[in-house]
């Protein structure tokens, strides 16, 4: 009480900070009740990666079959994957037979998956770990496969015998915006009625946006995440695509993400071969900040320990599952190099720095730290560790100094800025006014 009434600059700071964090509270948008995905979902899929490989005769080790996912299960559980928060194993398009049973019911192609998905369930739950599974509300699954159009309830309650864990519901062969809207809220509800707890991943506004706008709180309301852009590449061009969209955008997503309802940028293409090791650190920071669901598609079994070490970094992981769940967004874009920032609990921020230029060494970027997080992440001070290209306390920093970074072409620069607004008089002259990093 006393150092309020000596400090009435850090009261007044204090009371700006609850506003704005009234305020963003004012924007949640209520969530699908269903209990999950109250941080953003951690698993691998196995899409980018392994596609539609059906060729088991001469590609045993790369096709969509039972052997491979329970492969994946030991590893995500032997190799440090499960500990960390990787726990979702989620099966993508292929898996399915050409045709339902007599009954109606989807089933798994029985060659490459003779124990049938129950079987494998089982076995991936008996490592810890929880299974996804992959369906499409139109007329057929984008490679063809039986569609679920008219078996919504079937097909739920089939996943649900199975002891399915997540849904990904694509959303290919869909004939009108009515049907595709109406689809996705049917197997929502559909899920619902079965009683198990099934996270309920969806494409449904990137299949509106051909047409229009999607309404957001409505999606919101009846699925856990979903893909709004186009599908992930293992290509820098495909990586950069997703983030200038989403900046491009920001306005109209970025609120309407919080617990229990994500914006999906798609995979994480870590480990594969189509990034440098500086595109991967970028994917990694991004990810993080937009708040987005962690699902690598990448092979466990030959993935580099560089890149095992990025997917596994606890101090960024922390970020993309901070329990705030509010999602970052781009502050501006000076001289090709782009500065996103996303508030965390307990009043603390992360800040991205990426250079988007493709030429030349690595770039200085000079920041003034009163500009980060809304002006009050740093007053009357802050505490800055670099988190990526690797791990180093920066100190302290006062509300004018200003943080000098280096950036590598097409890399980035993570930070956690942790309120120093606690701190004494006396501490605070030995802030930095400047600091250099190189
Ligand atoms: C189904 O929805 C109701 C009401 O929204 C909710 O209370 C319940 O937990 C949901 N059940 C499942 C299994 O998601
Ligand atoms: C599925 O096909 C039927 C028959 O052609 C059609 O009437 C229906 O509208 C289609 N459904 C979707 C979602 O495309
Ligand atoms: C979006 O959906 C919500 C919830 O269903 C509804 O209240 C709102 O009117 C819709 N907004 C628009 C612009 O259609
Ligand atoms: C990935 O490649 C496909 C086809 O090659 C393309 O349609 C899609 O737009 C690409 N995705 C991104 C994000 O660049």
């Known amino acids: ?24 509270d004012v924007l949640g948008v209520r969530a699908l009740d269903n209990g999950l995905a109250k941080t953003p979902t951690m698993g691998w899929l196995h899409w ?26 030991d590893l995500m559980d032997s190799d440090g994957w499960k ?6 194993l989620c099966i993508d398009d292929c898996w399915m037979a050409p045709e339902r049973d007599s009954d109606g019911r989807l089933q798994a192609d029985p060659t490459r998956f003779p124990g049938g998905i129950a079987r494998l369930a089982k076995y991936v739950h008996s490592k810890g770990l929880k299974l996804g599974i992959y369906a499409d509300v139109g007329n057929k699954t984008c490679a063809g496969f039986p569609g679920s159009f008219g078996y919504y309830d079937i097909d739920a309650q089939t996943f649900a015998d199975w002891g399915v864990d997540l849904l990904k519901f694509d959303g290919c062969y869909c004939d009108s915006l009515e049907h595709l809207a109406d689809g996705y809220k049917r197997m929502s509800l559909a899920l619902n009625r079965t009683g198990r707890s099934i996270v309920y991943s969806c494409e449904w506004p990137l ?18 995440h979903w893909r709004n852009f186009a599908d992930v590449n293992d290509s820098w061009q495909s990586v950069k695509s997703i983030l200038d969209w989403t900046s491009s955008n920001q306005e109209g997503i970025v609120d309407v993400a919080g617990p229990g309802g994500w914006n999906d940028p798609d995979m994480l293409v870590i480990g594969n071969f189509g990034l440098s090791w500086d595109q991967q650190i970028t994917q990694m920071a991004f990810w993080a900040i937009m708040a987005a669901p962690l ?16 997917l596994q970094d606890k101090d960024v992981i922390a970020i993309n599952q901070d329990p705030l769940g ?12 782009e500065v996103w920032e996303r508030p965390l609990s307990n009043l603390a ?24 997080g809304k002006g009050v992440a740093c007053n009357p001070a802050c505490l800055i560790t670099q988190l990526l290209p690797t791990k180093k306390k920066l100190g302290f920093y006062s509300w004018t100094s200003t943080l000098k970074t280096q950036i590598n072409p097409t890399g980035t620069v ?3 800025l942790e309120s120093a607004g606690h701190v004494t008089l006396h501490q605070k002259t030995s802030f930095k006014r400047c600091t250099t990093l190189s």
């Open 1 to 24: 009480m006393k150092q309020k009434s000596r400090h009435p600059q850090l009261a007044w700071v204090l009371v700006l900070r609850f506003l704005t964090l009234v305020f963003w």
């Open 48 to 73: 980018e990666r392994f596609m539609c490989n059906v060729n088991c005769q001469e590609e045993p080790d790369s096709c969509i079959s039972e052997k491979l996912f329970m492969q994946m299960a």
């Open 83 to 88: 500990d960390v928060g990787y726990e979702y």
């Open 207 to 224: 299949y509106t946006w051909h047409f229009h706008k999607p309404n957001y709180t409505e999606i919101r309301q009846y699925c856990n």
């Open 295 to 310: 699902l690598m598609s990448n092979d466990l079994r030959t993935i580099s320990t560089q890149a095992k070490a990025l």
């Open 326 to 337: 509010k999602q970052g967004y781009k502050l501006r874009k000076e001289d090709n190099i």
């Open 349 to 372: 921020w992360a800040v991205a720095m990426v250079n988007l230029q493709e030429i030349g060494g690595p770039r200085f970027h000079s920041i003034f730290v009163a500009s980060l």
């Open 414 to 416: 993570l930070l956690r």
